[in-house]
T-cell receptor
Framework: GQQLNQSPQSMFIQEGEDVSMNCTSSSIFNTWLWYKQDPGEGPVLLIALYKAGELTSNGRLTAQFGITRKDSFLNISASIPSDVGIYFCAGQLSNQGGKLIFGQGTELSVKP | GAGVSQTPSNKVTEKGKYVELRCDPISGHTALYWYRQSLGQGPEFLIYFQGTGAADDSGLPNDRFFAVRPEGSVSTLKIQRTERGDSAVYLC???????????FGPGTRLTVL
């Protein structure tokens, strides 16, 4: 089946540092979404992207929809302890409306 | 407003038993999705409903899994003859018609002993 490759798998950073993570696919997506999941909770939507090249911010978070439509990245600036969690990218194929394909997740740890 | 709710939050059952997991979507959301998440993995799609009908059930792993949404709101995921490999967190999400943003509930953690 379709797969998204998300990297890195984990990051351990100092508070205040910037973070970058990305997802790549062999398929073309028409939507990219980024979620954050805390232990014992469901994923929470952070940013949604709909057009190739689109750059969208949500506070300290910035995400981009790759020009090839096969990749996306998420940046977090000036990290704080509450940024800790697992971040997932998710993509939607143009011919499979509704179904989201998720990456394996990036686990972020922030040291105060 | 209220988000997606799922009950129970935890379910422990024995191999071979039947279980039902319930999802109550955000009011007004016509699309409803079920995903399964194993430890250390991203959610995997199972099935999605547009209104009362299943628009895509390609992710259901086998015929032991079945889901219904009889009135276009609450949905129930049903698993027959549970196996230990069914143990996972079952997530439900909903969205507005024609929108791709899916909003997730807290999940039901299913443990099959």
């Amino acid at each position: 089946g379709q797969q998204l490759n998300q990297s890195p798998q984990s990051m351990f950073i100092q508070e205040g540092e910037d973070v970058s993570m990305n997802c790549t696919s062999s398929s073309i997506f028409n939507t990219w979404l980024w979620y954050k999941q805390d232990p014992g909770e469901g994923p929470v939507l952070l940013i949604a992207l709909y057009k190739a090249g689109e750059l969208t911010s949500n506070g300290r978070l910035t995400a981009q929809f790759g020009i090839t439509r096969k990749d996306s990245f998420l940046n977090i600036s000036a990290s704080i302890p509450s940024d800790v969690g697992i971040y997932f990218c998710a993509g939607q194929l143009s011919n499979q409306g509704g179904k989201l394909i998720f990456g394996q997740g990036t686990e972020l740890s922030v040291k105060p | 407003g209220a988000g997606v709710s799922q009950t129970p939050s935890n379910k422990v059952t024995e191999k071979g038993k039947y279980v039902e997991l319930r999802c109550d979507p955000i009011s007004g959301h016509t699309a409803l999705y079920w995903y399964r998440q194993s430890l250390g993995q991203g959610p995997e799609f199972l099935i999605y409903f547009q209104g009362t009908g299943a628009a895509d059930d390609s992710g259901l792993p086998n015929d032991r899994f079945f889901a219904v949404r009889p009135e276009g709101s609450v949905s129930t995921l049903k698993i027959q003859r549970t196996e230990r490999g069914d143990s996972a967190v079952y997530l439900c999400a909903s969205s507005l018609m024609g929108r791709n943003e899916q909003f997730f509930g807290p999940g039901t953690r299913l443990t099959v002993l």
